[in-house]
């Protein structure tokens, strides 16, 4: 017998929840949700505040502009909503780089809470005490964590087993061998003047592999040059590695 994987479960704690699921009800996270190979709960951390006013955030110590969501409040909302067992992650930009390879350990776990920040952001204490992953989507700010919380998502949810149409495709796409993708082009084969390359209309298969992994390979060496000093050295490791067994 096959075992069978419980469904992928993603706890989003946030200022907003009618911001859930937005786009993730559309296209292929929508189809994926509707047909439970995932499931969504956002809640409202205000549910969690302790006075009439439901506050929760207070002026930063040491001064300062903005307003700092509280330790309390988010302490509790973590407490009581956070799902057991899976990864608890805090979108900011002073968080690690967001990577396909953390995302493929996101989407092979049991799901995962993420916490979404407003203002300044949150009090650092819960963030240790709750030992919160911190993850950022880029060097550049949002207005809050809930449009990080949807890219990171959808990045997983596409991930999931019976969730994208061909699996296969995941194999060659950005990221997946260290490099970024090829280009692509479809019908008509001339547009406007521009024409499809000639090895694409060949039909000899090693041909077109070959002219995909040559412009993977350029255009990440231009556009990214960084992932392209990563693919160097660990194409350098295995090539050591197959002397070593040798």
């Not at 997946?176 to 209309?201: I, N, Q, S």
Request: charge should be negative; charged fraction near 25%; aromatic fraction near 6%.
């Amino acid at each position: 017998m096959t075992a069978t994987r419980d469904i992928w479960t993603a706890k989003v704690l946030t200022l907003f929840p009618e911001m859930f699921p937005g786009p993730l009800a559309h296209s292929l996270a929508g189809t994926a949700l509707a047909d439970g190979l995932w499931s969504l709960d956002a809640v409202d951390i205000r549910g969690f505040a302790t006075d009439r006013h439901r506050s929760v955030d207070d002026a930063p110590f040491g001064g300062g502009p903005g307003m700092v969501m509280r330790a309390d409040v988010v302490d509790a909302a973590i407490e009581g909503a956070a799902l057991d067992n899976a990864p608890l992650v805090y979108l900011t930009p002073r968080g690690a780089p967001l990577t396909q390879s953390r995302v493929a350990g996101l989407a092979d776990g049991p799901g995962v809470t993420l916490i979404c920040g407003r203002f300044e952001g949150i009090d650092q204490r819960v963030l240790e005490a709750r030992d919160v992953t911190e993850i950022s989507l880029g060097d550049f700010v949002l207005s809050g964590g809930e449009p990080a919380a949807l890219v990171l998502l959808d990045a997983c949810v596409r991930l999931l087993p019976g969730v994208m149409g061909a699996e296969a495709s995941l194999d060659e796409e950005s990221f997946a061998r260290g490099l970024l993708e090829y280009p692509h082009y479809t019908r008509p084969a001339d547009w406007c003047g521009r024409k499809v390359p000639d090895v694409l209309l060949s039909g000899h298969h090693r041909n077109i592999c070959a002219w995909r992994t040559d412009q993977a390979e350029m255009t990440t060496r231009t556009r990214r040059p960084d992932l392209w000093d990563r693919y160097q050295k660990d194409r350098k490791n295995q090539k050591e590695q197959c002397h070593e067994r040798d």
